[in-house]
């Protein structure tokens, strides 16, 4: 286990809360209400070990790919607030998978842009050691990350 690895494996897991919620019916409310808690539990602190402790040492350690660190920022910042607007949301309300679906899209194009672009070149700069040793400090990290989205330090960037 290494510290994209990590992430990568948080990535699935969101995915894949994505993609039952695509195939909730329509007025299966309870359910895209559970669903959409899950993801909010999961992209609160996924992107708290992030900013906390992977961007960080990825911008040390890669200093050119600073500003896709910067741009990486400005998306979380996005998904948080929408995240805490998705938390006090009715899913009756009209708007509520429009505003899951933009959700869904911009982690997509997020996840996309880290995993393609961004982590093989940090995986270069880093090395096999300084990985795992992030890899510890984020599963650390989990276990004290906030369930409040606006407590991610991106949301007052
Ligand atoms: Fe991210
Ligand atoms: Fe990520």
Not at 11 to 19: I, P
Not at 70 to 89: F, P, Q, R, Y
Not at 129 to 155: F, T, Y
Request: aromatic share 6%; net charge negative; charged share 35%.
């Amino acid at each position: 286990m290494d510290a994209i690895v990590l992430l990568r494996e948080d990535h699935k897991t969101v995915e894949k809360l994505f993609k039952q919620f695509e195939k909730a019916g329509e007025d299966a409310y309870d359910e895209k209400r559970k669903l959409v808690d899950q993801m909010i539990e999961e992209l609160t602190a996924h992107a708290y070990i992030e900013e906390e402790i992977f961007y960080p040492a990825a911008r040390a350690a890669a200093p050119d790919t600073v500003d896709h660190v910067l741009e990486s920022v400005e998306e979380h910042h996005v998904v948080v607030w929408m995240l805490s607007e998705l938390k006090n949301m009715d899913p009756r309300d009209e708007r509520f998978d429009a505003k899951v679906t933009v959700l869904m899209e911009n982690v997509r194009h997020h996840v996309e842009e880290e995993e393609n672009e961004w982590f093989p070149e940090v995986r270069k700069a880093m090395g096999r050691n300084k990985l795992q040793e992030l890899c510890d400090e984020m599963v650390k990290a989990k276990g004290r990350a906030p369930s409040e989205p606006l407590a991610v330090s991106s949301a007052r960037q």
